[in-house]
């Protein structure tokens, strides 16, 4: 089952607006992780954010924890065309295996 | 460094044949991961292997699923026989440590499987 969930499904923006995409999980958690895919460069790691944290940057990356309402957002900055892409949020597993599990995504077009 | 490397990228079989993919991680990582990525949705575990031993298979389909990581560095999964739903794309990934210990992971390209 997925943890997870990212909000919106899919997004649509103009070059140079920002987006901002949400997540929500269901249990605790020890950090939960963003990661970018694009059919260019694959899956890539973004950011990471400890359960203790509450936001984080990254560049034009910046990513809020509230772990009291479980949820996770990315805001992405004066967005690129580059930037278009499916971003996932990841949550660990709190038990031995410490894995991760992926929501479905979110799927942003950034128009030039 | 050089990345995540899989093979081979695309593969198309016929249900009820076998099929197997190869991943070689990132020199010096001991986590290794399969995932299995249905089009439109996010991946999701088969296993993970901590040096050569398993740590997590619980959403492996073992009856028809198998991998193996021989000597703690390259891996490689199987699927006799294929079914239909298992057309996928399937990532391999690696980490320095547990994933869940603050450690990102590190992807491949993917194998794209089709099953007619």
């Known amino acids: 089952s997925q943890q997870g969930e990212e909000d919106p499904q899919a997004l649509s923006i103009q070059e140079g607006e920002n987006a901002t995409m949400n997540c929500s999980y269901k249990?605790?958690?020890?950090?939960l992780q963003w990661y970018r895919q694009n059919s260019g460069r694959g899956l890539v790691h973004l950011i990471l954010?400890?359960?203790?944290?509450r936001e984080k940057h990254s560049g034009r990356l910046r990513v809020t924890l509230d772990t009291s309402k479980k949820s996770s957002s990315l805001l992405i900055t004066a967005s690129r065309a580059a930037d278009t892409a499916s971003y996932f949020c990841a949550t660990d597993a709190m038990d031995s295996s410490y894995k991760l599990i992926f929501g479905s995504g979110t799927r942003l077009l950034v128009r030039p | 460094e050089a990345g995540v490397a899989q093979s081979p990228r695309y593969k198309i079989i016929e249900k009820r044949q076998s099929v197997a993919f190869w991943c070689n991680p990132i020199s010096g990582h001991a986590t290794l991961y399969w995932y299995q990525q249905i089009l439109g949705q996010g991946p999701k575990l088969l296993i993970q292997?901590?040096?050569?031993?398993?740590?997590?298979d619980s959403q492996l389909p073992k009856d028809r699923f198998s991998a193996e990581r021989l000597k703690g560095v390259d891996s490689t999964l199987k699927i006799q026989p294929a079914k239909l739903e298992d057309s996928a794309v399937y990532l391999c990934?690696?980490?320095?440590?547990?994933?869940?210990?603050?450690?990102?992971?590190?992807f491949g390209p993917g194998t794209r499987l089709t099953v007619l």
């Open positions: 249990t605790s958690i020890n950090n």
């Open positions: 990934a690696s980490s320095l440590r547990l994933a869940g210990m603050y450690n990102e992971q590190f």
């Open positions: 292997f901590q040096n050569n031993g398993v740590v997590d």
């Open positions: 954010i400890r359960s203790n944290e």
